[in-house]
């Protein structure tokens, strides 16, 4: 069946670069997606990838998608401390409308 | 502005009692969907529901149940609370896309 993977846990110093990565199973996804969740709240849609498209930029955040392989991984350059936060990637399957998500990468940034 | 809003926030109840947790939103969205948050798995999909009327079995559907009179409720009804459903519940909704918007989360405890 459909599975999404990601490693749990990531720290950073603030300034660094983050890099969260993610493996999926369905080839014939639409679009990935990832989301983020702060402590205390539902998740929110951070970006997303078309699955046509190798590379997305928006501001801090970049995307790249490798389809051979099925990876999916998302950069946040200059890591702050409000970036702190719990990072899920996410594929869609039978439709847009549904999604499967990964396990959720919790990303720590340290002074 | 439009919302998505779960109730209630906090549920304690015994195991074998009957528990609804409620959501509502006001996006005038077609397509809602009810999550399980536990630590290691991420969010599963329990149910949804594409309209009113509609309702559709995700991955871990057994003890769980949802209807759709409405366009705007989706209550989840656990016939018989199991110790192994405690959780956190996410609610969310969308139009025809992969942007899911999620509620706040209802957390709940069976002992």
């Known amino acids: 069946g459909e599975d999404v993977e990601q490693s749990l846990f990531l720290s950073v110093r603030e300034g660094d670069s983050s890099v969260i990565n993610c493996t999926y199973t369905?080839?014939?996804?639409?679009?990935l997606y990832w989301y983020k969740q702060e402590p205390g709240a539902g998740l929110q849609l951070l970006t997303y990838i078309f699955s046509n498209m190798d590379m997305k930029q928006d501001q801090r955040l970049t995307v790249l998608l490798n389809k051979k392989d099925k990876h999916l991984s998302l950069r946040i350059a200059d890591t702050q401390t409000g970036d702190s936060a719990i990072y899920f990637c996410a594929e869609s399957y039978g439709g847009y409308n549904k999604l499967i998500f990964g396990a959720g990468t919790r990303l720590a940034v340290h002074p | 502005d439009a919302e998505i809003t779960q109730s209630p926030r906090h549920k304690i109840t015994e195991t074998g009692r009957q528990v609804t947790l409620a959501c509502h939103q006001t996006?005038?969205?077609?397509?809602m969907f009810w999550y399980r948050q536990d630590l290691g798995h991420g969010l599963r999909l329990i149910h949804y529901s594409y309209g009113v009327h509609d309702t559709n079995k995700g991955e871990v559907s057994d003890g769980y149940s949802v209807s759709r009179s409405n366009t705007e409720d989706l209550p989840l009804t656990l016939e018989s609370a199991a110790s192994s459903q405690t959780s956190v519940y996410f609610c969310a909704s969308s139009k025809n896309t992969g942007e899911l918007f999620f509620g706040e989360g209802s957390r709940l405890t069976v002992l």
């Open positions: 996006w005038n969205h077609n397509n």
């Open positions: 369905d080839s014939s996804s639409t679009y």
